[in-house]
């Protein structure tokens, strides 16, 4: 499966839900805890332009948080991003 990375913080419900969708399509993600760390926060909205939690990385390409992920799964895009990111 391709490389996924997700920036969360710890008790965010949205991040919770990313994280199980991501597991229940047996997906495999680089997961990066940001609680207590303002700086990197900063610098990924200062890169995303995105200012929530999660952030989602197929590959290099940022897809959004969770609704965008959810929308991606629902719509069968996901699957391909995933697919086109295999290495």
């Known amino acids: 499966m391709g490389k996924v990375k997700i920036y969360i913080w710890t008790h965010c419900p949205f991040c919770i839900s990313a994280l199980d969708l991501l597991k229940q399509k047996n997906i495999l993600a680089e997961t990066i805890i940001l609680d ?17 939690v999660p952030q989602i990385f197929i590959g290099s390409k ?25 290495g």
């Open 36 to 52: 207590n760390k303002p700086k990197e926060l900063q610098e990924l909205k200062s890169t995303t332009k995105h200012y929530t």
């Open 62 to 86: 940022f897809i959004g948080g969770y609704t965008e992920l959810a929308q991606l799964n629902s719509s069968g895009e996901l699957d391909a991003l995933i697919n086109n990111e295999q």
